[in-house]
């Protein structure tokens, strides 16, 4: 085989390479797409939104990134008490401990704990519903400065462990508008670590 053969052959394999690698992507970031269009839908179903059909043009999240879409280990905590979660309003929110998941970002290790919610316990549609709420190193920067959450299903958790997805952080009403009792993250989820996925901070006037 000569060498221009040689040449074209490679070419070929890089372009083949190239094309597979971008197809991967697509169906992630058309997830994330969906994901986010469903969430801007949401604002305008509930009478309690901070947020109008016209303020949905200010929403603004990082582009889809799968390296922030990270295989936790949990670690049930099932002796933990209940404890009251101040919010940003003053009031107090009752919280228990379901778990503490531990995982590795850019190569480093990190811990975030998972709570649930026993008012939101005791409404059929959200007997399994999970809240992680964080803070991190972008905040007042990029994102909110009361730091972000996101949400997570009993039902996710397999085999103890479980699928953290940043790209599906949101911010709380209190990013959007005063008078949301928004539960401030507690200093055990403080990240030290930028996590530039998900939600940024709102454009429009809060």
Same mark, same amino acid.
């Given at each position: ?15 083949? !390479? ?9 169906? #992630? ?21 901070? =947020? &109008? ?12 990134? /799968?390296?922030?879409?990270?295989? +936790? ?17 003053? &009031?107090? $929110?009752?919280?228990? $401990? ?7 970002? &850019?190569?480093? %290790? ?6 649930? /919610? =026993?008012?939101?316990?005791? !409404?059929?549609? #959200?007997?399994? #519903?999970?809240? *992680? ?18 949400? *997570? ?15 599906? +952080?949101?911010?709380? #009403?209190?990013?959007?508008?005063? @008078?949301?009792?928004?539960?401030? %993250? %507690? ?12 939600? $940024?901070?709102?454009? @429009?006037? $809060?």
């Amino acid at each position: 085989m000569n060498q221009k053969n040689k040449q074209r052959i490679a070419g070929m394999l890089l372009t083949l !390479l190239m094309s597979h690698s971008g197809f991967s992507q697509i169906p #992630y970031a058309r997830q994330i797409a969906a994901h986010r269009e469903e969430y801007k839908a949401d604002f305008l179903k509930s009478s309690t939104s901070p =947020l &109008k059909k016209d303020d949905l043009q200010n929403l603004r999240f990082f582009e889809p990134d /799968s390296t922030y879409r990270i295989e +936790a280990t949990v670690q049930r905590t099932p002796q933990a008490e209940p404890f009251e979660l101040p919010t940003y309003d003053g &009031k107090k $929110k009752t919280y228990v $401990k379901y778990a503490v998941l531990t995982f590795r970002l &850019k190569g480093k %290790p990190y811990e975030l704990t998972l709570y649930r /919610s =026993l008012q939101l316990a005791q !409404l059929p549609q #959200y007997r399994d #519903y999970l809240f *992680l709420p964080f803070k991190d190193a972008t905040n007042g920067q990029s994102t909110y400065g009361g730091g972000r959450y996101m949400d *997570l299903r009993v039902g996710t958790i397999k085999d103890g462990k479980v699928l953290l997805d940043f790209n599906k +952080a949101y911010n709380p #009403y209190c990013a959007y508008s005063d @008078g949301y009792a928004c539960p401030i %993250p %507690p200093k055990e989820n403080h990240l030290t670590v930028s996590i530039e996925a998900g939600e $940024k901070q709102f454009a @429009g006037e $809060k």
